[in-house]
């Protein structure tokens, strides 16, 4: 067996992500040596996919696909592993002019019945004509598109029979669809962000051009799933518009060995990376219980990027502490701010200065919606709270902050923030209703997001929607409500409540539950059911909270209101003033 | 030699509380009282104990001790 060496980039003018399409970059990125590589947990380079077979293999593919009868518009569900298969059918599907739907992994124990019904509720949302699959998810793949009359559900395998006739591949255009992102809506009722070749170009060229300023010399690691809008755009097709190698590992795999991370950065030179605040965390935490990778070198680390959920100042100081020995430089942090419905990025803070945060005072930003900047650490002064400066919105793009009326605000007035641009999705796939609700007429996002503007650049306060972002992921209150009215005994549709608590260190998801019983025993029996079911279902820890029969809020319309709800669990969380009725145990 | 199933009973006895019966029938993610985080950890445990990799689909088909016996002595007899 030969052994693999990582790809690496060799000759051809950089071109920073100047391209009209996703197809026109790989056949320029395809020209020089560099590529994908696809690491084990232990660091062994198990595959390695340089862009010129990428784009060879893709072009073959994809005219056995149309072979096989996919026609140019049809979507292709194809469930995300990190590995070169999903790349493949990802690019043979841009060639062919199909539009793909990355679709996720399952993540937790027993929790197959469940993801088996997620999955074909996508394919069925994105109208999809065919599913792919890596071989040890085919069977629950098969069982997730039955009955669907699907063209094609198998391994890539299934086109090995349709011959490649050499035949033209369709026009791409800037027009064209590039693909469905899945990160946003429910897993009930799954919302399809449709993202236009165009959208994807701009979105690239912004974030190589100014967010992250992307040279020749890059490289980048990543170990965040392509099913998130942070792992396929920003870590397989910005790389590909900008030539760029990157060293993978799968997701699982540094959930399972955090520190293969920082030793893939130190070990093959990585120069970009990002994640949520949690992965910082687990690395921290993994060296904190003396867990060290010997002789590592994170000088080169240049931008080490937060996004995807609110950004920690401790948990980022803490990594900066445990990882300066290793060379590591806490002005290598970059703050970030985006959504799959912006393709990925909004605004980035400047590169080189580490986190910047505004101290205000809390009671003035709940009560008065305004940003009073107060003094860290007056022990008598009044409640404060830190938050992160996210930067200036990319050139070519718009930020606005609106009160719930929508008029404009000023600077330090928290509101909505509004975005406008060229990179905006152009609708949730198939779903009007949704699309109107969230873009305007005149091409404004309402992101669903809170914020306040100094001096131009952007600070996230908290949300506008019921939307719970815990470790990276997107999670609707919504589902985790539902699984509990099924799967637990003696719960009803409208006796539960989620939602998540934001606070400095983390975000807490809770759920308060009707509970008609009295006996202590049964009442602890209901919370352990509560919670393992949130664990098996959604993979997420969470505290229960019990409280009397039809107590729990709602609006004047007799719908459930969690915004409420997290108020009335604060109430009785601080101890003061608990409502009567409010049975807490902790 | 240590049967499959004492090993994973072995492992898991660090990581739980003494008071918590563990059998074959003992549900993994619900019965345990561990955190997502717990998990992965047991998970990487076995991995390395047994030199396996316990692949993407039968994590989410494993609900018990009993299922995550056979599946790890199915993968060690594949590699074998």
């Known amino acids: ?586 | 030699m240590e049967t499959v199933g004492s090993q994973i009973i072995e492992v898991l006895s660090s990581m739980i509380s003494s008071g918590v019966p563990v059998s074959d029938g003992t549900r993994i993610a619900r019965d345990l009282g561990l955190d997502s985080v717990a998990i992965m950890d047991f998970v990487m445990e076995l991995e390395e104990r047994f030199d396996i990799l316990i692949p993407l689909d039968q994590i989410a088909d494993v609900e018990t001790i009993h299922d995550l016996t056979k599946a790890i002595e199915a993968i060690m007899k594949d590699a074998a």
Request: net charge negative; with cysteine.
């Open chain 1, 1 to 586: 067996m030969n052994e693999l060496l990582p790809a690496n980039y060799s000759g051809g003018v950089y071109r920073p992500a100047d391209f009209a399409t996703l197809t026109e970059a790989l056949d320029y990125a395809a020209l020089g040596n560099a590529g994908l590589d696809f690491y084990s947990g232990k660091g062994d380079l198990l595959q390695t996919l340089r862009y010129r077979d990428l784009r060879k293999q893709a072009r073959s593919l994809a005219r056995r696909m149309r072979s096989a009868g996919l026609a140019q518009g049809e979507r292709v569900a194809i469930l995300a592993d990190t590995d070169a298969d999903f790349v493949l059918a990802f690019f043979a599907s841009q060639y062919a002019g199909l539009v793909p739907a990355a679709m996720p992994l399952p993540t937790a124990f027993g929790g197959k019945a469940g993801y088996i019904s997620h999955i074909r509720r996508m394919i069925e949302s994105s109208g999809a004509s065919a599913v792919l699959s890596p071989g040890a998810l085919l069977e629950m793949t098969q069982e997730a598109a039955s009955g669907l009359g699907l063209k094609a559900a198998g391994t890539l395998e299934i086109f090995d029979g349709f011959v490649d006739d050499g035949a033209p591949l369709p026009e791409i255009t800037p027009q064209h669809l590039s693909y469905l992102q899945y990160s946003s809506g429910s897993t009930r009722f799954p919302l399809g962000v449709a993202v236009t070749q165009r959208a994807l170009m701009s979105n690239c060229r912004a974030i190589t051009q100014h967010g992250l300023k992307i040279i020749a010399t890059d490289r980048c690691v990543s170990w965040l799933p392509f099913y998130h809008d942070m792992g396929l755009v920003g870590f397989l097709l910005v790389p590909v518009t900008t030539q760029m190698p990157v060293d993978y590992v799968a997701t699982r795999e540094f959930a399972r060995r955090p520190m293969i991370w920082p030793t893939l950065i130190s070990r093959n030179g990585g120069t970009l990376s990002f994640s949520p605040s949690f992965g910082y965390d687990l690395c921290a935490r993994r060296a904190a219980s003396g867990v060290r990778a010997d002789n590592l070198d994170l000088s080169r680390w240049r931008v080490a990027g937060i996004g995807g959920d609110m950004i920690r100042e401790k948990v980022l100081s803490n990594f900066a502490e445990s990882f300066s020995p290793d060379g590591f430089r806490r002005e290598a942090f970059v703050a970030s701010y985006g959504m799959a419905e912006a393709t990925l990025a909004i605004s980035f803070a400047p590169l080189a200065t580490g986190i910047k945060t505004d101290h205000v005072d809390l009671d003035q930003l709940e009560a008065a919606a305004i940003a009073e900047p107060v003094k860290r650490n007056g022990a008598a002064g009044p409640r404060s709270r830190s938050f992160v400066n996210c930067g200036k919105v990319l050139p070519g793009h718009e930020l606005e902050i609106r009160d719930a009326d929508g008029n404009l605000l000023g600077e330090r007035m928290a509101g909505r923030v509004m975005v406008r641009g060229p990179s905006l999705m152009q609708e949730y796939f198939g779903n009007h209703e949704e699309t109107s609700r969230a873009l305007s007429q005149d091409g404004w996002l309402d992101t669903g997001d809170l914020g306040y503007l100094i001096g131009g650049s952007l600070v996230i306060t908290g949300r506008s929607k019921d939307l719970i972002l815990i470790n990276g992921r997107n999670v609707w209150p919504q589902d985790l409500e539902w699984a509990v009215e099924q799967e637990v005994d003696g719960v009803r549709s409208g006796d539960v409540a989620a939602f998540s608590i934001d606070e400095a260190a983390a975000e807490r998801v809770v759920l308060m539950a009707h509970c008609r019983k009295t006996n202590e025993s049964e009442r602890e029996d209901l919370r352990q059911a509560i919670i393992e079911t949130i664990r098996v279902r959604a993979g997420l820890d969470c505290e229960v909270m019990l409280v009397a029969p039809h107590s729990l809020p709602q609006t004047s319309s007799g719908k459930l209101s969690r915004t409420q709800a997290r108020q009335f669990y604060l109430s009785g969380a601080d101890g003061s003033g608990a409502p009567t009725n409010a049975h807490r145990q902790a």
